[in-house]
C-alpha cells in the first residue's frame, strides 16, 4: 500500500545513523519533506517549529526527549515515539501517544502515522487522533479532554452550514475546540 505524505514536513529525531537514515528514506519515498534527521535534542527542538508531524527517539544521546513531546503536545503537532523504551518507562502524560518500539520496519511507522489520518485526512473520523491530541494539549485532565473533543464534535455538527471545504477541516476545528477551551474549559472539569 503506498502512503501520500503531500510535502508535509516530518521531523526525524534519532540519534543512530543507521536507523535515522533508513526512517528518512521510506518517509522521502512517501512523498514527506524530512526535516533532519536530527541526533541531538537541541537540533530537533530548533527543526520542531516548522514541523507537520514527528518521529522522536525518547533517548537522543543521553538527552529524554519529553520537553521536545510536550511542547509537540501544546502546539498540535502529531508525533510517535520510536524507540527501545518499553511503554511503563514513559509518563503517564504519553499514555495516549503511539510508542513502536525498534527494530520495527521503518515502513510500519509511515504505515501508523497515514492510518491514524496524519498524513493525508479526508474526513472528520481520520482526525479524531489529531483532535484528542490537541484536545489533550489544552486540558490536562483526560476526562475535560474527552469531553472537550466531544463538545468541539457536536458543535461543528450544528455549524454545518459553516464547515469549510474538506482541506480546511482541521484547521477549522482545531480552532473552534481552543474557542471552546477558552471560553467554557473550566465548566470542563470536574
Known sequence: ???DFQGRRVL???DDYFVASELANVFRA????????CASLAEA???AQSSQMAVLDVDLKGQMVFPLADQMMRDGVPFVF???FDRPLLPSRFADIVLINKPT???YTVQVLAR???ANPQSISELLPQLRLRARALMQDKGAADRLLELTLHRAIACDDSLPPTANVSPWLEGLMRTI?????RDLMH
Not at 512517501?30 to 534527521?37: D, F, R, S, Y
Not at 477551551?181 to 474549559?185: C, L
Open 12 to 14: 526525524i529525531a534519532e
Open 105 to 107: 520496519a521503518p515502513l
Open 116 to 118: 491514524s489520518g496524519v
Open 30 to 37: 512517501a512523498n514527506a519533506k524530512v526535516l533532519g534527521p
Open 82 to 84: 520510536y524507540t527501545g
Open 181 to 185: 477551551a477558552e471560553t467554557e474549559g
Open 1 to 3: 500500500m503506498q502512503f
Open 45 to 47: 527542538t530548533r527543526l
